[in-house]
């Protein structure tokens, strides 16, 4: 059975950084694209970063480039997405997400809120 739990969200203020994990079970990262997507209140879900299980290259939205990381950890399962410069539009719940073709799992959210 595919798991995703993502943690690391919070309160920060703008400027600051956060790290989101996502711990990830039940299926072999090489066979997978991994991603972070974020839904604002009233919006709908949008991707902002993926990375590769099969060779780590990654893909990030415009609005994040040079501020998000996609990263992952093979020997703990785990996929990392480092944000710096927060700014209050980055507000959302962000999910990670494992896809491997036409089929998708995702994870609950973690609530990332950037308010000064």
């Known amino acids: 059975e595919v798991q995703l739990q993502a943690s690391g969200g919070g309160l920060v203020r703008p400027v600051e950084s956060l790290r989101l994990s996502c711990a990830a079970s039940g299926f072999n990262f090489d066979d997978y694209s991994i991603g972070w997507f974020r839904q604002a209140p009233g919006t709908e879900r949008e991707g902002v970063s993926c990375i590769s299980g099969r060779d780590e290259s990654t893909y990030y939205e415009d609005s994040v480039k040079g501020r998000f990381t996609i990263s992952m950890d093979n020997a703990k399962n785990t996929i990392y997405l480092q944000i710096n410069n927060l700014k209050p539009e980055d507000t959302a719940v962000y999910y990670c997400?494992?896809?491997?073709?036409?089929?998708?799992?995702w994870g609950q959210g973690t609530q990332v809120t950037v308010s000064s």
């Open positions: 997400n494992a896809a491997i073709g036409t089929v998708a799992y």
